[in-house]
T-cell receptor, first 114, second 117 residues
Framework: NAGVTQTPKFQVLKTGQSMTLQCAQDMNHNSMYWYRQDPGMGLRLIYYSASEGTTDKGEVPNGYNVSRLNKREFSLRLESAAPSQTSVYFC?????????????FGDGTRLSIL | AQKVTQAQTEISVVEKEDVTLDCVYETRDTTYYLFWYKQPPSGELVFLIRRNSFDEQNEISGRYSWNFQKSTSSFNFTITASQVVDSAVYFCALSEVSQGSNYQLIWGAGTKLIIKP
């Protein structure tokens, strides 16, 4: 059972470079999320997609863009990476068809911007 | 505004001791959900429990138990007879059901639990 798969697991970028973090889920979930986690802080929501074809900003969207490619895939793009974007990025998905089901997370992408 | 506070930044206990992780939340909604997640040293986030605001019944799952008290806006997590494998960062989170919230999670800062052998 793959669940939520994130690629890559680790990445080092230079300031100004661009990159796309990939996320795919095989649980047929409607909603998907991108978070960042910084030391000593909880997770902060960057963007989310309530359903295929929709995306919305979260708490910290500046410097990021997202694409909900299809129901399975939700990518996060850094157009011009900055050192402040060094973080661990988590993708999550949730079954939003009824109730408030929990979010299920990928293993994270550890991103360093030099 | 909604908020989740985990005042204990780090807790260290010796194996087999009981330990309680505190979570206090703020919300104006009458309907909401509370969650606990575990993040072991390997880094993944593991869902532990979900509780809705209408169900104040405490829950026990093996060595884990949760005490939900609306009167004090708290949702505390107790590990009985702790084990080294319980060492992790534990997060409490709140999800409101108000229109437009889209059930987004509001996270506490986490409590790092260290279980010493």
């Amino acid at each position: 059972n793959a669940g939520v798969t994130q690629t890559p697991k680790f990445q080092v970028l230079k300031t100004g470079q661009s990159m796309t973090l990939q996320c795919a889920q095989d649980m047929n979930h409607n909603s998907m999320y991108w978070y960042r986690q910084d030391p000593g802080m909880g997770l902060r929501l960057i963007y989310y997609s309530a359903s295929e074809g929709t995306t919305d900003k979260g708490e910290v969207p500046n410097g990021y863009n997202v694409s909900r490619l299809n129901k399975r895939e939700f990518s996060l793009r850094l157009e011009s990476a900055a050192p402040s974007q060094t973080s661990v990025y988590f993708c999550a998905s949730r079954d939003s068809t009824f109730g408030n089901q929990p979010q299920h997370f990928g293993d994270g992408t550890r991103l360093s911007i030099l | 505004a909604q908020k989740v506070t985990q005042a204990q930044t780090e807790i260290s206990v010796v194996e087999k001791e009981d330990v309680t992780l505190d979570c206090v939340y703020e919300t104006r909604d009458t309907t909401y959900y509370l969650f606990w997640y575990k993040q072991p040293p390997s880094g993944e986030l593991v869902f532990l429990i979900r509780r809705n605001s209408f169900d104040e019944q405490n829950e026990i799952s093996g060595r884990y138990s949760w005490n939900f008290q609306k009167s004090t806006s708290s949702f505390n997590f107790t590990i009985t007879a702790s084990q080294v494998v319980d060492s992790a960062v534990y997060f409490c989170a709140l999800s409101e059901v108000s229109q437009g919230s889209n059930y987004q999670l509001i996270w506490g800062a986490g409590t790092k639990l260290i279980i010493k052998p």
